[in-house]
């Protein structure tokens, strides 16, 4: 009989058998400017599935006959050697990272092995900001449902981008997010940390203050802030200016980083990955940052914002993936919905 220790949570590095999204469906995420979403999504999409197989959640009325035109045009433009699959799993918003499963793979040479595990944490739109979320709450279990994969349900509330793991048994989170009284109550590190230990069998946790990023309505996520490249190296979220107002907020994280250890005892290697000038939209700034990049098999897909810190950032990431094609795709439009590429996408390991 298998248990949790015979399971890991794989980097997001390792391979995949594809990234599951979700179709914009919510106008109120993209308030003023939702015409130009559909769009700019499938331009997304497309870019991504040029690498790998590429899962959409398509649910409702009509939602995946007006995409699929959308994505087919991108993809025959973008030379994709995937076609996207689109499945009859509705939500209620598109970040996936947040709502959908966490995959974890049985360990060679345990009874486990070749098998995987879906986590469905329990979920509550970042601490009930945006109602309504009863599809959200049920996407992993319905992606369990699809895949034929047992799903277990932890009973706490943690969103996918408020932890990043090296596949080794490091956590990185940040204190601002996942201690917040509006997803746990009552729940303190160290209860926190050995509920990290059960579920992703994390060897050691390394906590970050987690502010920074002016207009993230996540509390801090991670995926903002701070990113595992391998098991040592940690590419963290750099003030555009050096006397911008979020500037030592991003200062404290960088510290708490060169402070961290991995779960070998090797001390972590902070590197800085600068923030563009800030973008707004109807006045408010938007969360603009690199760190919101995401892997694919062979590939890296990384946010831009028409700033001239663009380039920088696609250079600091091919120095950092050598072996990895870096692909800049604009996220202007779709960052005014308060998150990136990493939010709105959960990787599928392979088993």
Known sequence: MWTLAEYRWPAEWE???????AWPVNPNTWPGIFERIPQAFAEFV???????PVRILAGGEGVKESALPLIDAACSRHGSRFVPELLDIPVNDSWVRDHGPIFLNGLQGSEAAGSQLILDWDYNAWGGKYPPWDHDVLTARRIAAKLGIRALRPRLVLEGGAIEGNGQGTVMTTASCLLNPNRNPGLNRQAMEETLSVWL????????????IVGDDTDGHIDQVARFVDSR???VAAPWMEDAPEAEDLRANWRAVEKGCNSRGETLIPLPLPMPSPKFQDDSRMPACYCNYILVNGGVVVPTFQDAADDRALQILKDCYPDRRVVGVDALDLVWGLGAFHCMTQQQPAA
């Not at 060897?203 to 987690?210: C, D, T």
């Open 15 to 21: 391979r995949h058998a594809a990234t599951w999204t």
């Open 201 to 212: 069998q994390a060897q050691n946790v390394v906590w970050l203050p987690g502010h920074g």
């Open 46 to 52: 497309a870019v991504m599935a040029a690498f790998e």
């Open 233 to 235: 190296r940690v590419l």
